[in-house]
């Protein structure tokens, strides 16, 4: 193997070890002709193939999520975060890349199997107000937060949309939280800024936000360094990914003022972890999968992964 491979194939293992394979031919395959729940010529097949995008957009989406209570109280009450840090996030992407390029069966599975496991999640607030994560507002604003932070991101880091493809990137991944149980779901850039709007008043920081955050700025980094490198490395992965979110958000956890040599680290650092994951990843197996299930030709088995 060549210097070259070896290098591609250790990025391709680290990320993997805190993100999950997502290659799968029983998700990713399935019937020819299959198109999936959205299908190729998709704007969604473009963006959410577009890995390092999908990747950089976890931490914001989470963050963006967990800002509403009820959100936040349920990941408290019942998530085991503390033990796994990484599960969140591997979860999300999962079921982006499934829902996006999975055969019908499967994504409609995972949406399926997800409300299944929402629907043991239930409780009340610190404030006293009960919630449930079935609850259609908050199934609203979880799906939400996901393919926006996901179009921000591959904007910063790809290409700029035109306004047509905003939207029906939208609208294709409304269909998603439609199926996922909320009632209402943005489907154009006009629609979503409104929904923010409504919604940025029943979002804060409370000492639940709080906690979770503290807990990402020590979990798990890398191994064996200094406690106060270690404490440096973490704030400037949160304030790297906080980036992609929305000043008003940034202000609310209190990431958006990062140190003068922070902010001259943290662009370049985005860009090149974007290139990096794409050199190493390729056209990532997943979207092979997907594309030979639609076409009905079978996928090259000589990718990294």
């Known amino acids: 193997m060549s210097i070259l491979n070896t290098v591609r194939r250790r990025i391709v293992d680290d990320f993997e070890m805190t993100a999950g ?5 029983s998700v990713y395959g399935g019937p020819p002709g299959d198109p999936g729940l959205i299908g190729p010529g998709s704007v969604s097949w473009e963006v959410n193939a577009d890995l390092a995008s999908v990747s950089q957009a ?9 800002l509403h209570p009820s959100v936040v109280a349920g990941v408290q009450d019942l998530s085991n975060y503390r033990n796994d840090p990484f599960q969140r996030a591997r979860a999300t992407l999962g079921y982006v890349l499934t829902t996006t390029f999975g055969n019908t069966e499967a994504a409609t599975a995972v949406i399926e199997r997800v409300k299944h496991v929402h629907s043991f999640v239930n409780g009340t607030r610190p404030d006293g107000v009960p919630y449930r994560a079935l609850d259609p507002e908050l ?6 937060c996901i ?14 949309l035109s306004p047509d493809e905003r939207d029906r990137y939208l609208t294709e991944q409304a269909t998603i939280g439609l199926m996922g149980g909320a009632e209402y779901v943005a489907a154009t850039v006009a629609e979503l800024d409104d929904y923010v709007e409504t919604m940025r008043p029943k979002l804060g920081v409370n000492a ?10 020590v979990a798990p980094f890398l191994p064996d360094l200094p406690a106060t490198l270690d404490r440096q490395l973490h704030r400037l992965a949160f304030y790297a990914g906080m980036t992609r979110a929305p000043r008003w958000a940034r202000e609310l956890v209190g990431f958006d003022r ?22 190493a990843f390729g056209r990532p ?8 299930r639609v076409s009905g030709v ?8």
Do not use: C, K
């Open 58 to 66: 976890g931490l914001p989406a989470i963050i963006l999520e967990i």
């Open 258 to 279: 990062p140190p003068r040599a922070t902010r001259v680290v943290i662009e370049p650092m985005l860009q090149l972890d974007a290139r990096r994951l794409r050199w």
């Open 298 to 305: 079978p996928a090259r088995d000589d990718a990294v992964q």
């Open 208 to 217: 639940q936000t709080r906690e979770f955050i503290d807990f990402m700025l």
């Open 285 to 292: 197996r997943y979207l092979e999968l997907a594309s030979a």
């Open 147 to 160: 393919p926006w932070m996901i179009m921000r991101t591959f904007e910063h880091t790809n290409r700029r």
């Open 139 to 144: 199934l609203a604003w979880v799906h939400t």
């Open 21 to 25: 394979r997502h290659d799968d031919p």
